[in-house]
């Protein structure tokens, strides 16, 4: 999604927007929590302000990631939708988060992979319990089994507190 300076000029209110965008998997190879994306859908609008030789525009974008499970380090799909508002400008600014436009082309992608990173999980899974792994004297457990765990053994540094207690009754 490019447009050069003088097609936003073009347009003299609101510019609106909607395609299906490809991100190349190598966008991602440097997260391992993630491997790659499909049907990005990117639907928005924009506003040239001439005067500040900015260009504004909001965007929705929604796809599909796919990510490794937690448990299984299997590929599995995971949808998302995300919204981002961004400012390109045409003259250099000392503003943060404010994107230079390169040889008067504004260029949504990097914009638009950015949106996408800071959906990422941290973690998901779809395993069942049957396939969590398990060795000699170890296995991974669910969070309910932990919490469940922890409310029967309660706090081990309060343990003597607790005998102690007991012993005055």
């Known amino acids: 999604m490019k447009w050069t300076r003088s097609e936003l000029e073009q347009h003299t209110s609101l510019f609106e927007f909607e395609e299906e965008v490809t991100i190349e998997d190598d966008a991602f190879k440097k997260n391992s929590r993630i491997n790659r994306v499909g049907n990005v859908h990117v639907a928005g609008s924009g506003y040239l302000d001439q005067e500040r030789d900015c260009f504004f525009v909001s965007m929705d974008i929604d796809g599909i990631m796919y990510v490794p499970d937690a448990i299984t380090g299997k590929e599995i799909e995971y949808p998302f939708e995300t919204h981002t508002d961004e400012t ?74 607790k005998e102690l207690l007991k012993k005055d009754d």
């Open 88 to 161: 390109y400008s045409f003259v250099d600014s000392d503003e943060e988060d404010v994107r230079l436009v390169d040889n008067d082309v504004v260029d949504l992608h990097q914009a638009i992979v950015d949106a996408i990173f800071i959906e990422i999980p941290m973690q998901v899974t779809h395993a069942s319990k049957e396939e969590y792994p398990q060795g000699d004297g170890w296995r991974i457990i669910s969070e309910e089994e932990y919490q469940k765990s922890q409310e029967e053994t309660g706090d081990p540094r309060l343990a003597k507190l």
